[in-house]
């Protein structure tokens, strides 16, 4: 019989597996999340709000490698580094979204590779967390699509931290530290004069570190090569293109601007004058948490060095950097933070967000690594983990908020920029053309305009060039709608709002009259901006006018003197024609129109200065001058010293407000024989004369008085003086206000006033 029990029993034994390899677990790539996150943070919130249009700085910066604009005044403090950084964009593409789509992307890919750089030195989820509270900032991602230098100053200082620490350990890093310096110098040399200058010391005082002393000094000079060659080129020199800096910056010296940063944590972008209140002082605690985070990170680095001293002395060995951070990785990106912030801090007198974001990311660095101690050292590090895991949700939420709010603003400014420039498009500003005054770099770049200043921080010219330029090329002058006023040499210019914003653009006179031709065909009375021949005439002041035609003048002036209170013609705020008496005056070459504070017919001529001025016929039927008109613009006098001046002189009986006449027709109409004479005067125009024959026969002439000592030809008396006022001695100089200049009129010296009767009841 056959044996199967044997074969059952080793059928029922189970046989031994081999066992299964290890199974390798990929990493979670943290730090290429992060950087993920960032780039959709900006398209999502940040490109929607500014992709319409550029900022003021964005706006020279990008103009000076723009092929379809002029380059905007490029002043001493600016380096040109972020110009070359976007020029292949800019020279290949006009869009800005685009260009602030393509800026997203790259930063986003910079944020990486910077903080990669530290994973040789600390642990992989620390960089990530240090990338994190660095990007998770408003001021970070509203900087990431932004042509501004301060985030890539920021990124470049990671890098450089970096590479510096890991010279000693890797020959190929002192390339890459020469190279990331140079960056960093080239965006914005200032700043890396400032990061340059730890490093420089650390590199000659310890011996490790000596090896980076040719790369960090090498960098240095590479990246400032180009602001060195423009000083000399431009300034005259290096020190002479820093005192100018130290100018613009509004004198650079010992400035305590500390609380000028706090108020601008959560918004304005620029604070100058830093007069705001802090804003929302609980989603501060970050920034006022900094200070205190970064001690604990230094003194818990100290901790750590003393253990890991009294290890290698009872024979435990040394822990693995990359998981106990060393000293020198929390120290040194401290000491550069406190480097990069100094100027910002402590030598000008006003602040931006953008300004400390250097310090804000090499703080990250050392901030991460007390998180993870933290955790380590708890005796629950999960529920340590969770806690800080909440409250740095907390921060992230904050800062989102945030950055919607500053998002929603740069849309409302920016988008003025683009609406001034389609509305001074529309008044015929078309390249070439210039913009001055407020606002003009901005709002010029997007309308295709040069740019100009004769003053602040962006002066470029002077304001003779400025009116040469104008005589031949479509200008505009921008000032603020509510309390603006013109520079002197664009008083007599005409004044267009520009719809959607809180500007008026002035037109020299003949571009203006260019602009109503082609709105219309035809000069229309009574339209706000136009009304006839007074609307863009060219404009003279008296004294002009009394050179050209000295006799015409001197009639014109006795005229107004012979009668009180000639009547002048101004434009309501509908249109409509107001016609009000007055008070004039003659002196220092002017005809003065003065008037009581807030008249209708001041309000009148604040916001239409268009004027027609009638001189009063008096009482007599019989006259031989019938007419004697002034029209022009009145310009409104603000200087003190003028305005001593004519009080001194005039004594007016109370308050008046005074504006200064420019003149841009003189009409005299009377009657000779049986003609009606018109004489005509025009600035820049020969004395026209016109006959034509007169509706009736002349009034019988006034009798002659029979007085052998009386003045034959002198017309009977009537109730107001006979001749004007005696010239009164005016204290003031010889010179006349500002404005054109020119002799006084004949019959009035220099110095002296002429006053029409009745002075001061206008």
């Known amino acids: 019989m056959e044996n199967t029990a044997a074969p059952a029993a080793l059928a029922a034994r189970p046989r031994p597996h081999s066992p299964e390899p290890p199974r390798y677990r990929r990493r979670v790539p943290w730090l290429g999340l992060v950087a993920f996150g960032y780039a959709v943070v900006q398209l999502a919130v940040v490109v929607p709000h500014t992709g319409h249009a550029l900022g003021w700085d964005e706006s020279v910066y990008v103009s000076q490698v723009d092929p379809r604009n002029p380059p905007a005044f490029f002043s001493a403090p600016r380096s040109r580094g972020i110009s070359l950084l976007v020029a292949p964009i800019v020279a290949a593409t006009s869009s800005i979204p685009v260009l602030r789509v393509l800026l997203t992307v790259l930063s986003a890919v910079a944020l990486y590779a910077s903080f990669r750089v530290w994973t040789r030195l600390l642990p992989r ?12 900032l408003w001021i970070t991602m509203i900087s990431g699509p932004a042509v501004m230098p301060n985030l890539w100053v920021a990124l470049g200082a990671v890098a450089a931290v970096g590479w510096f620490l890991r010279v000693p350990a890797d020959r190929g890093a002192r390339w890459w530290l020469a190279a990331v310096l140079a960056g960093v110098t080239l965006v914005r040399t200032p700043d890396g004069g400032w990061l340059g200058l730890p490093l420089l010391i650390g590199a000659i005082a310890v011996r490790t570190w000596r090896p980076a002393l040719p790369a960090v000094v090498g960098g240095l000079l590479l990246g400032a090569a180009q602001w060195i060659g423009e000083a000399y080129d431009r300034f005259g020199g290096i020190s002479q293109r820093l005192n100018v800096s130290s100018d613009v910056e509004g004198g650079m010296g010992l400035h305590f601007a500390v609380s000028a940063a706090l108020r601008s944590l ?42 890991r001293r009294n290890r290698v002395r009872v024979g435990l060995g040394r822990p693995d950097p990359r998981r106990v951070p060393g000293l020198p990785s929390t120290l040194l990106p401290v000491i550069c933070a406190g480097a990069l912030a100094v100027p910002y801090l402590l030598l000008i007198d006003y602040a931006a967000p953008r300004f400390l974001m250097p310090s804000y990311a090499l703080l990250a660095l050392p901030i991460a690594g007390l998180v993870f101690r933290a955790v380590r050292a708890a005796k629950s590090p999960q529920h340590m983990a969770v806690a800080l895991g909440v409250v740095i949700t907390l921060q992230l939420t904050s800062q989102y908020a945030v950055l919607s709010h500053a998002a929603s603003q740069s849309d409302t400014v920016t988008g003025r920029y683009r609406t001034a420039a389609g509305a001074l498009a529309r008044l015929g500003l078309r390249p070439p053309c210039l913009v001055i005054g407020d606002r003009a770099l901005p709002v010029a770049y997007h309308a295709g305009c040069s740019s100009a200043q004769t003053s602040g921080n962006n002066e470029s010219t002077t304001p003779a060039a400025l009116v040469r330029r104008a005589a031949h090329e479509p200008t505009a002058v921008l000032t603020k709608r509510k309390g603006g006023r013109p520079p002197s040499y664009a008083r007599d210019w005409v004044a267009y709002p520009l719809a959607g914003t809180e500007w008026n653009a002035h037109l020299p006179v003949e571009q203006a009259r260019e602009l109503e031709a082609r709105k219309s065909g035809q000069e229309t009375s009574g339209k706000p901006g136009t009304m006839g021949g007074m609307t863009t005439d060219p404009t003279a002041n008296w004294s002009r006018f009394q050179s050209e035609e000295p006799g015409f003048a001197t009639a014109a002036q006795d005229r107004f003197g012979r009668y009180p209170h000639p009547v002048l013609a101004a434009a309501g705020k509908d249109g409509a024609p107001r016609l009000t008496p ?3 005056s003659f002196g220092d070459g002017e005809l003065w129109l003065a008037m009581t504070p807030e008249s209708r017919k001041g309000l009148d001529l604040r ?3 268009r004027f027609s001025l009638q001189a009063s016929p008096g ?21 003190p010293e003028v305005l001593a001046r004519y009080t001194e002189a005039v004594r007016p009986p109370g308050p008046f407000h005074l504006f200064r006449a ?26 026209h004369t016109e ?12 009798q002659r008085s029979e007085d052998p000592q009386g003045e034959a030809g002198a017309p009977e008396p009537g109730p107001g003086p006979e001749t004007g006022s005696e010239a009164e001695p005016g204290p003031g100089p010889e010179q006349a206000p500002p404005g054109e200049t020119g002799p006084a009129p004949a019959g009035t010296p220099s110095g002296t006033w002429a006053v029409s009767p009745g002075r001061g009841r206008g």
């Open 607 to 609: 916001h239409d200065p």
């Open 582 to 584: 007055l008070d004039v």
């Open 125 to 136: 989820t620390t960089v990530a967390l240090a990338a994190l509270l660095f990007s998770g």
């Open 662 to 687: 420019a003149v841009s027709e003189v009409v005299h109409t009377s009657v000779e024989g049986s003609e009606l004479v018109l004489r005509t005067w025009r600035p820049g125009q020969p004395l």
């Open 619 to 639: 009482p007599q039927e019989g006259m031989a001058d019938v007419d004697v008109r002034v029209s022009g613009r009145a310009v409104e006098v603000t200087d």
């Open 691 to 702: 006959h034509r024959p007169a509706a009736s026969a002349p009034a019988p002439a006034p």
């Open 266 to 307: 959560n918004g304005p972008q620029l604070c100058r004058p830093c007069e705001v209140p802090l804003r929302h002082p609980e989603l501060t605690l970050w920034w006022l948490a900094l200070p205190l985070l970064t001690a604990a990170a230094v003194v818990a680095a100290l901790r750590d060095r003393h253990q």
